[in-house]
C-alpha cells in the first residue's frame, strides 16, 4: 500500500528566509504521481506541481522549487525568500497509475512571520 | 474558465438530519473524486465517479454515506443521520478523463458542522 509522510508538522520561519517541506513516500510501484497542493487559510486547495515516476528532473517556480529523488523516495519542496503570503498548509500527495485513490500526507503548517 | 464548483461553501446541520453536498465539475471533466479532511488531519479518499457510475468507493463508510453523478447535473454526496463525528471539510476534485496524470482540480470544498 502507498503512503506519504510529512514529518514535519509545523514550520515557522521569518520573512526572507529559505524552507524546505519534506515529503516521503512509500510504494512499490514503479509509475506513479506525486503532488503538491497548498491550502491557505482561507481553506481551498491550490495545485502547485505534479511529477511522475519517471521525470527526476528538479523544478523551478519562481521562488518555488522541487527536489525528486527516487533513491530515498522523496519528493522535498522549497520556498526560496519566504513571504508572508506563504503562510498555508502545504500537502504532499501520492497516485499510482491505474488508482484513483489519491494518498495525502498530513501537510505541514508552514507560517512565515513579517 | 470555472474551476470546480462546491456548495454550500458551509453547511450546518442537526445530528440526526441529512446533509447534501454538490460539486460541479470543471466544464468537460467526466471524473469525479470526493475527498473528506477531518480537522488537523490531511485529506482521504472517498470515492471516484464517472457520469452515472460509481468506479471506487472503498474510501467511503459503509453505512450513511451515498455519491452520484447522474448524467445531468452536480455530484452530490450525501450523508444521512448526521453525527458530530461527521464534521469536516468535504473537497470534491475532477479531471477530464482517464489519463490519471492529469492534476486533480479541487473545488474549495463545503464545511460541514454537526451541531
Not at chain 2, 474510501?59 to 455530484?75: C, D, Q, V
Amino acid at each position: 500500500a502507498q503512503k506519504v509522510t510529512q514529518a514535519q508538522t509545523e514550520i515557522s520561519v521569518v520573512e526572507k528566509e529559505d524552507v524546505t517541506l519534506d515529503c516521503v513516500y512509500e510504494t512499490r510501484d514503479t509509475t506513479y504521481y506525486l503532488f503538491w497542493y497548498k491550502q491557505p487559510p482561507s481553506g481551498e486547495l491550490v495545485f502547485l506541481i505534479r511529477r511522475n515516476s519517471f521525470d527526476e528532473q528538479n523544478e523551478i517556480s519562481g521562488r518555488y522549487s522541487w527536489n525528486f529523488q527516487k533513491s530515498t523516495s522523496s519528493f522535498n519542496f522549497t520556498i526560496t525568500a519566504s513571504q508572508v503570503v506563504d503562510s498555508a498548509v502545504y500537502f504532499c500527495a501520492l497516485i499510482l497509475y491505474n488508482n484513483n485513490d489519491m494518498r495525502f500526507g498530513a501537510g505541514t503548517r508552514l507560517t512565515v512571520k513579517p | 474558465n470555472a474551476g470546480v464548483m462546491q456548495n454550500p461553501r458551509h453547511l450546518v446541520r442537526r445530528r440526526g438530519q441529512e446533509a447534501r453536498l454538490r460539486c460541479s465539475p470543471v466544464k468537460g471533466h467526466s471524473h469525479v473524486y470526493w475527498y473528506r479532511q477531518l480537522p488537523e488531519e490531511g485529506l482521504k479518499f472517498m470515492v471516484y465517479l464517472q457520469k452515472e457510475n460509481i468506479i471506487d468507493e472503498s474510501g467511503m463508510p459503509k453505512e450513511r454515506f451515498s455519491a452520484e453523478f447522474p448524467k445531468e447535473g452536480p455530484s452530490i454526496l450525501r450523508i444521512q443521520q448526521v453525527v458530530r463525528g461527521d464534521s469536516a471539510a468535504y473537497f470534491c476534485a475532477s479531471s477530464p478523463g482517464t489519463e490519471i496524470n492529469q492534476p486533480q482540480h479541487f473545488g474549495d470544498g463545503t464545511r460541514l458542522s454537526i451541531l
